[in-house]
């Protein structure tokens, strides 16, 4: 997977590409060089510059032909290319950053996925055959943990537990990523040591030392 600066990589490779066509260095009618030698000059993989060249296309900079390469269609339309970048008001350069990452937040949704397998699976003091020992606990009113993701609290690294989902009113979240939240009223299920679970009561109300009670999942 590419590293979400990719995203900043292809917008910008698109504007600098734009403003060389609106320098002349690529005329109207010729064709920029191929995406392995473009890949090579920005030092990027050859499906970043295909990113680059689709947002040019959206906007009548250049035109993409199978086996032909991209053929450079107007250098006024580099130059509003160009103008709409610096204000950051371009809605196909939005749409498809926004389309983007939406890639990157489900492919880092599977990894995390795995992850949690993973290290479930490997847990020193589960044995294998046996249920893992879960826990359940709401989150109170007043909670200082209400409104926070997961990543941003570092609930593992705080209480040793390992959330596998969170329910909310009718809805479960299984395996909730690094950016999940949490809200007043949900139940967080999570694996652990009964110690774990002791710290989990402690982490989201730490005025009220509750103790998380065992669930059957």
Same mark, same amino acid.
């Given at each position: 997977?590419?590293?979400?600066?990719?995203?900043a990589q /292809? #917008?910008?490779?698109?504007?600098?590409l734009?403003?060389?066509?609106?320098?002349?260095?690529?005329? @109207?009618?010729?064709?920029?060089?191929?995406?392995?030698?473009? &890949?090579?000059e /920005?030092? $990027? *993989?050859?499906?970043?510059?295909?990113r680059?060249?689709?947002?040019?296309?959206?906007?009548? =900079? +250049?035109?993409?032909?199978?086996?032909?390469?991209?053929? +450079?269609?107007?250098?006024?339309?580099?130059?509003? /290319?160009?103008?709409?970048?610096?204000?950051?008001?371009? %809605?196909?350069?939005?749409?498809?950053?926004?389309?983007?990452?939406?890639?990157?937040?489900?492919?880092?949704?599977?990894?995390? +996925?795995?992850?949690?397998?993973?290290? #479930?699976?490997?847990?020193?003091? =589960? !044995? @294998?055959?046996?249920?893992?020992?879960? /826990?359940?606990?709401? +989150?109170?009113?007043?909670?200082?943990?209400?409104?926070? *993701?997961?990543?941003?609290?570092?609930?593992?690294?705080?209480?040793?537990?390992?959330? =596998?989902?969170?329910?909310?009113g009718?809805?479960?979240?299984?395996?909730?990523?690094?950016?999940?939240?949490?809200?007043?009223?949900? !139940? !967080?299920?999570? =694996?652990?040591?009964? &110690?774990?679970?002791?710290?989990?009561?402690?982490? $989201?109300? %730490?005025?009220?030392?509750?103790?998380?009670?065992? *669930?059957?999942?």
């Amino acid at each position: 997977m590419e590293k979400i600066t990719a995203t900043a990589q /292809y #917008l910008h490779i698109a504007r600098d590409l734009a403003a060389r066509i609106a320098k002349g260095e690529f005329p @109207e009618g010729g064709k920029l060089f191929g995406r392995s030698m473009l &890949a090579s000059e /920005y030092s $990027v *993989s050859p499906e970043t510059i295909r990113r680059a060249l689709r947002l040019l296309a959206d906007m009548k =900079v +250049v035109e993409i032909k199978a086996q032909s390469g991209a053929k +450079v269609l107007s250098t006024d339309n580099a130059k509003r /290319y160009i103008a709409n970048f610096e204000e950051n008001s371009s %809605p196909q350069t939005l749409r498809q950053q926004f389309s983007d990452i939406l890639e990157q937040y489900e492919t880092l949704h599977q990894q995390m +996925v795995r992850f949690t397998k993973a290290l #479930l699976k490997n847990r020193a003091h =589960v !044995v @294998e055959g046996e249920p893992l020992p879960n /826990y359940e606990i709401t +989150v109170p009113k007043g909670s200082p943990v209400i409104g926070k *993701s997961l990543g941003e609290l570092k609930y593992w690294q705080c209480t040793g537990g390992t959330i =596998v989902a969170i329910r909310r009113g009718s809805s479960t979240i299984l395996s909730p990523g690094p950016y999940a939240e949490l809200y007043d009223g949900d !139940v !967080v299920i999570f =694996v652990g040591t009964p &110690a774990a679970a002791e710290a989990s009561a402690r982490f $989201v109300a %730490p005025e009220k030392q509750k103790s998380a009670g065992e *669930s059957g999942l």
